[in-house]
T-cell receptor, first 111, second 114 residues
Framework: DAGVIQSPRHEVTEMGQEVTLRCKPI?????LFWYRQTMMRGLELLIY????????DSGMPEDRFSAKMPNASFSTLKIQPSEPRDSAVYFC?????????FGSGTQLSVL | GESVGLHLPTLSVQEGDNSIINCAYS??????FIWYKQESGKGPQFIID?????DKRQGQRVTVLLNKTVKHLSLQIAATQPGDSAVYFC?????????????FGKGTHLIIQP
C-alpha cells in the first residue's frame, strides 16, 4: 500500500494566486481529512469527508478555502486568493476507524 | 509535557537511555488515545494506541501508560536510538467519535544526543 499521497510536496506562490493541493487517500478508507500545521497553532483540522461527503468544515478559516472530494480516491483543497498567513504545512489523512494515516504534507509558502 | 504556549517543549536524552514523554489530556469523556511520531519533513505516523479499559500497553521498545484519575498519558521509549528523534504528539478521542473526534496535543520534541 502506497499510503496517503499528496501533491505537490512544496508550493511557492505569490499573494493573490490560486493554490490547489491534491490528495489520494488509502484505498478502502472512507474518511478523509485536511489538516494545517503551524508552529503557532499546531495541527488544526480544516475539514473532513465521510464517504466523499463533507461532514464538518467548521475548521476552514475563511471563504477563501474550499475542499472537494469528487470520488473516493481523490480530494482537493483550494485557496483562492492565497495570502502570506496561509503559509503552513497542509496534511491530508485518511482513516480506518479512529486511526488516522497521514500523507507527507504540502509545504506552502505564500510570498 | 504538552505545551500550552507557542514553544514546543523539548526533551533531550542520551542515545541508549530511556525517555518518557508526557501528555495531559483535557476531556474526561475521552476513552481512546494514540501517540504519533512526526519526523522532520514527514507527516505524523501512528506509534501505539490504548483504550481506557487498560492502563498500560507495550509495543516494540515503546510503552504507553494511562492514568485516567489525573488524565495523564505517557510514552516511554526504551534504549533510544538516533531514529527516535522527532516530535511526538498525543491524541485523544471518545468511543463513537471516530478519527474526526481526535484532538491533538501541541507535541514534544525529542532530541537524541550521541
Amino acid at each position: 500500500d502506497a499510503g496517503v499521497i499528496q501533491s505537490p510536496r512544496h508550493e511557492v506562490t505569490e499573494m493573490g494566486q490560486e493554490v490547489t493541493l491534491r490528495c489520494k487517500p488509502i484505498s478502502g478508507h472512507n474518511s478523509l481529512f485536511w489538516y494545517r500545521q503551524t508552529m503557532m497553532r499546531g495541527l488544526e483540522l480544516l475539514i473532513y469527508f465521510n464517504n466523499n461527503v463533507p461532514i464538518d468544515d467548521s475548521g476552514m478559516p475563511e471563504d477563501r478555502f474550499s475542499a472537494k472530494m469528487p470520488n473516493a480516491s481523490f480530494s482537493t483543497l483550494k485557496i483562492q486568493p492565497s495570502e502570506p498567513r496561509d503559509s503552513a504545512v497542509y496534511f491530508c489523512a485518511s482513516s480506518y476507524r479512529e486511526k488516522l494515516f497521514f500523507g507527507s504534507g504540502t509545504q506552502l509558502s505564500v510570498l | 509535557g504538552e505545551s500550552v504556549g507557542l514553544h514546543l517543549p523539548t526533551l533531550s536524552v542520551q542515545e541508549g537511555d530511556n525517555s518518557i514523554i508526557n501528555c495531559a489530556y483535557s476531556n474526561s469523556a475521552s476513552d481512546y488515545f494514540i501517540w504519533y511520531k512526526q519526523e522532520s519533513g514527514k507527516g505524523p505516523q501512528f506509534i501505539i494506541d490504548i483504550r481506557s479499559n487498560m492502563d498500560k500497553r507495550q509495543g516494540q521498545r515503546v510503552t504507553v501508560l494511562l492514568n485516567k484519575t489525573v488524565k495523564h498519558l505517557s510514552l516511554q521509549i526504551a534504549a533510544t536510538q538516533p531514529g527516535d528523534s522527532a516530535v511526538y504528539f498525543c491524541a485523544e478521542t471518545y468511543s463513537g467519535g471516530g478519527a474526526d473526534g481526535l484532538t491533538f496535543g501541541k507535541g514534544t520534541h525529542l532530541i537524541i544526543q550521541p
